[in-house]
Nanobody, 112 residues
Framework: QVQLVESGGGLVQPGNSLRLSCSVS????????LRWYRQPPGKDREFVAQ???????NYAGSVRGRCSISADNTKNTIDLQIKNVKPEDGARYFC??????WGQGTQVTVSS
């Protein structure tokens, strides 16, 4: 069974950048779409970004233009970068592959 482990969370100041990584226990081949979701405190989980098997990306409107999703097939990792972080980016971020497999998440707190 595929296992996902997110890392890179922590305290981020508004305006700075954050970079998260998802380590995947197997090859990324066949696991697309590769996605990131987030769950703000007290709210439902929401889609953030997607990378499909043709290397096409899709982003939520709230992060479009500030966000980048990428995958490293040699390291089996899925990375997420958000620039110009805003307070509303504070959430627990989850990695998701092939629709149904989730990691435990990594917490991002945005505060000055």
């Amino acid at each position: 069974q595929v296992q996902l482990v997110e890392s890179g969370g922590g305290l981020v100041q508004p305006g700075n950048s954050l970079r998260l990584s998802c380590s995947v226990s197997t090859s990324l081949s066949g696991l697309h779409p590769l996605r990131w979701y987030r769950q703000p405190p007290g709210k439902d989980r929401e889609f953030v970004a997607q990378l499909d098997s043709r290397n096409r990306t899709n982003y939520a409107g709230s992060v479009r233009g500030r966000c980048s999703i990428s995958a490293d097939n040699t390291k089996n990792t899925i990375d997420l970068q958000i620039k110009n972080v805003k307070p509303e980016d504070g959430a627990r971020y989850f990695c998701n592959v092939h629709f149904t497999t989730w990691g435990q998440g990594t917490q991002v707190t945005v505060s000055s």
